[in-house]
């Protein structure tokens, strides 16, 4: 099982100091919370797309190719890429060159996106958001997957005779988890083409995460990849820590009851009863963590939120130390048991390449079989 | 499913609104026999509140707007304040909105309100008719309103009777809607992938 942080990358202020961090602080303070995921033993670095203040990171690509020339071993990822309103043929350019630059350290998380302005400002209608979904993904496949392609369809000027340069790391395409909150299409779409599913669950009651994930596995099911309970499957998370639940939840109240997305609304008591935030000790975030599995079932991806808010950069790689000393080794332990041995990991680049060996090994074997007969 | 539900906005207790609501309801189940279920929004106005910036709802508000998605029949009523329907009122119909844009397509609703003097009396079909109609619901013809001298005068009973007959009527003939058949999973309606992408190629 994979774990990691996604960051929004809003430019918010510390609601204790009153001081905003510049953009240029914003987006080192970025870069530092990467390397320090890789340090303390993380597995992904997720960042979003967002192309109005108070965010900075509206070229995520750049921002992970800076990454993965300072990491090693860290899965760079996207929460998410806007599907919608990126030319798929530049996402198709992008992160290969990525995937190329990072040895294959690279998967993506497509997206709609909340921003209902970003449409328009980039030229699209917003009432097309799940067919630009639908119709962008389904090129960006195609792109990675054939060397020249042509194409017409409703939203992009045709293709004709084209190669998306450079091509994919070894002809293998970047793992593509599809993110969506509410709509079951999207689950759908994931299902289809057999990529992940990701559901960012941390503002939302279990409920309703769980029967999006019922969805999208029965849909996979339906589509042959496998059964339902094989299904790539992510989560997100959102956690403060302390020694002392109560000192973290002192420290934490006040950038709670201003942040930019609750603040000013339930109480963070009510909040995490009903979402998956846990304000308190290691040992909770842990218990609250494992509990996912119970409506999740056994799942590969869980990325957790901890820069935002207006958290200090000091707090949060001091957070980010407990996650990856305390937390995340445990989970480790305790997610892989009782873990049915037909559960497959997040798909790697490593193992999609030897999956594709093992498939062209078979194909090579029916061909010499059916060569014999 | 069979339920008749009122949603009453009213914000003293004991109210009137509620007491219209309360009337409504029986003289309605007198036709169908439908149970009766009442949510008061006062109960529920804080998480309504919540719903609002927090984008989820919490569990009494779910169960309120569980109720009203499943409905047969739903009666409305609601004070008037500054010319139209309550802000709760309107804030909890924002909500179920966001919460299931179909929530009410082709339920039968019974409209009402309550004010102070019958000088407001048309908010009925300026305001809550058109939000109804927005949300594809089936507005009954006869709207009740009740001022307050309303309640020691004639006529009230009769509107009231001339309502609930419409309402039991359409809850009767409205009873046996079908929905599409599509693969269902996980409580959701799923449009098989092939269609979506055809639908982009006609």
Known sequence: MQFGIFSVGDVTPDPTTGRTPTERERVKAM????????EVGLDVFATGEHHNPPFVPSSPTTLLGYIAARTERLVLSTSTTLITTNDPVKIAEDFAMLQQLADGRVDLMTGRGNTGPVYPWFGKDIRQGINLAIENY??????????????????????????????????????????????????????????????????????????????????????????????????GGQVFMRKNSQDAVREFRPYFDNAPVYGHG???????????????????????????????????????????????????????????????????????????????????????????????????????????? | ????????????????????????????????????????LRDLAVEIAHHLTSGFPGPALADALDAVTGAAGLIVVTPVFSASYSGLFK?????????DKDALAGTPVLI?????????????????????????????????????????????????????????????????????ARPEAGGFTVVPFAEQLAALRD
Do not use: C
């Not at chain 1, 870069?31 to 890789?38: H, M, Q, R, S, T």
């Not at chain 2, 906005?9 to 003289?27: E, F, I, M, N, Q």
């Not at chain 2, 804030?91 to 919460?99: K, M, P, R, T």
């Open chain 2, 112 to 180: 009402a309100a309550t004010g102070g003097t019958a000088r407001h009396s048309l908010v009925l079909d300026h305001a809550l008719r058109p939000l109804f109609a927005y949300l594809r619901a089936v507005v009954a013809p006869t709207g009740v309103y009740a001022a307050s001298e309303d309640w020691g005068a004639e006529g009230l009973p009769e509107r009231v009777e001339r309502a609930a007959g419409e309402l039991a009527a359409l809850t009767a003939g409205l009873s046996g809607r079908v929905p599409a």
């Open chain 1, 31 to 38: 870069v530092a919370i990467a390397l320090k995921a890789e």
């Open chain 2, 1 to 40: 499913m069979n339920e008749l539900v009122v949603v009453s906005a009213g914000l003293s207790v004991p109210s009137s609104t509620r007491l219209l609501g309360d009337r409504l309801a029986a003289a309605t189940a007198a036709h169908t026999g439908a149970e009766v279920r009442v949510i008061e």
């Open chain 1, 138 to 235: 389904a090129l960006l496949h195609r792109l990675w997957r054939e060397d020249v392609v042509d194409w017409e369809g409703k939203f992009r000027t045709p293709l004709q005779g084209f190669t998306s340069t450079p091509r994919p790391l070894d002809g293998v395409p970047p793992f593509v988890w599809h993110g969506s909150i509410r709509s079951p299409e999207i689950a759908e779409q994931a299902a289809y083409y057999g990529d992940g599913f990701f559901h960012n669950n941390i503002f939302w009651p279990a409920d309703h995460t769980k029967r999006m994930i019922e969805l999208y596995r029965n849909r996979w099911a339906h589509y042959g990849h496998g059964a339902p309970e094989q299904a790539i499957v992510g989560l």
């Open chain 1, 266 to 373: 339930p109480s963070l008591e009510d909040f995490t009863a009903q979402t998956p935030l846990t304000v308190g000790s290691p040992q909770q975030v842990i218990d609250k963590t494992l509990s996912f599995r119970e409506y999740a079932g056994d799942y590969q991806r869980q990325l957790f939120l901890m820069d935002h808010a207006g958290l200090p950069l000091k707090t949060v790689l001091e957070q980010l130390d407990l996650l990856g000393e305390q937390v995340v080794p445990v989970l480790r332990e305790e997610f892989a048991k009782n873990r049915p041995a037909n559960v497959p990991d997040a798909p790697t680049h490593a193992s999609l390449l030897a999956a594709r060996a093992k498939g062209d090994e078979k194909k090579s074997d029916e061909k010499a079989e059916v060569s014999t007969v």
């Open chain 2, 91 to 99: 804030s909890f119909f924002d909500v179920l909105g966001a919460w």
